[in-house]
């Protein structure tokens, strides 16, 4: 089982401990997660993948909404599914629009602090407390449905926080943010990482996810294909074999300047371009470079052809 340890200042308690061991999720004979360990134990993780992966599923399953096929989700320890009082220690924001339009962002956060069995006072207090937290005082008294997307994805933050949970399950928790609020919330997560809770957020967007987690879960096709510290991640996603075209002013030059070079797997040349295979990503742009400044050769357009997430994530599945 992966072990995803955080580095709070403070240790996390028992109830802020996630843990998966072979977890599989199926639909009918659609498999949405496929045998998935890891455990988490505080700090920021990061649930990379690209869409359709089985990110959300997992974080529904960790919020005991769904049961595993197969396998098992606790949480403090105990099974996720079936055991309401869970709920107290669990915050989630899901991807979906999951707030009512006619309810101010004061009412729908009192309301979610009630459904905590807050007494009607202590709701209030706690309702205005996460507000402030996302940054939407100003408009706690307006109704949701005149939010933009970004604002009504901080009501759904302030929602999951209102009752302070041990663990917050974000599910694209970016979606509809501006930079600053995305600034906002970053720092807001890493300040809740170092009280000692744990912090899991799925994210089809490397940047998100290298801004603030330091560990990260890759998920590809319902599998868990890597998992480590980010940087780790990280070089297995560069150092992989790359493919790059080249239009220049003299492509079969370039390319009998290339023959040889210890950066190049691959050559061809067609179509008004070269294709190049380099299995070395960080040498490969200066080589080229050069080879084309000494033989006087211009470079018009130099692109990779297998930058998606889901060659990136498929390469870490063939490993």
Not at 37 to 63: E, W, Y
């Amino acid at each position: 089982m992966t072990t995803v340890h955080g580095e709070a200042e403070h240790p996390a308690d028992a109830t802020a401990t996630v843990a998966l061991d072979g977890t599989s999720r199926w639909y009918g004979n659609v498999v949405a997660v496929n045998e998935v360990s890891f455990r988490l134990d505080g700090g920021i993780t990061g649930l990379l993948g690209p869409n359709g992966a089985g990110k959300s599923t997992i974080l529904h399953m960790i919020a005991g909404f769904l049961a595993p096929s197969s396998g098992t989700v606790t949480v403090g320890g105990h099974p996720a599914r079936g055991h309401p009082e869970m709920y107290r220690h669990i915050g989630l924001v899901p991807e979906r629009e999951a707030v009512y339009p006619f309810l101010t962002g004061l009412q729908f956060v009192t309301a979610m602090a009630r459904l905590q069995g807050m007494a009607p006072a202590e709701a209030a207090a706690a309702a205005e407390r996460a507000i402030g937290l996302v940054e939407l005082t100003s408009a706690q008294g307006r109704p949701i449905g005149t939010y933009s997307k970004g604002m009504r994805q901080r009501a759904k933050v302030a929602a999951a926080l209102v009752h302070e949970p041990r663990i917050l399950l974000l599910d694209e928790p970016f979606n509809g943010m501006d930079p600053r609020q995305r600034l906002h919330m970053m720092d807001l997560l890493r300040r809740m990482a170092a009280e000692g809770r744990t912090i899991l957020f799925s994210s089809h967007i490397l940047e998100e996810v290298e801004r603030i987690a330091e560990q990260v879960l890759v998920i590809v096709a319902g599998r868990l294909a890597a998992s480590g510290h980010f940087r780790e991640i990280r070089r297995l996603m560069t150092d992989r074999p790359h493919t790059f075209t080249i239009r220049s002013s003299d492509d079969r030059a370039l390319a009998a300047g290339l023959v040889g070079d210890p950066t190049i797997g691959s050559l061809a040349v067609g179509d008004g371009l070269l294709t190049v295979g380099t299995n070395d990503f960080g040498a490969f742009s200066p080589s080229v470079a050069g080879v084309a400044r000494r033989g006087g050769i211009s470079i018009h357009e130099l692109l990779p052809t297998d930058e998606s997430l889901e060659s990136v994530f498929s390469y870490l599945v063939r490993r």
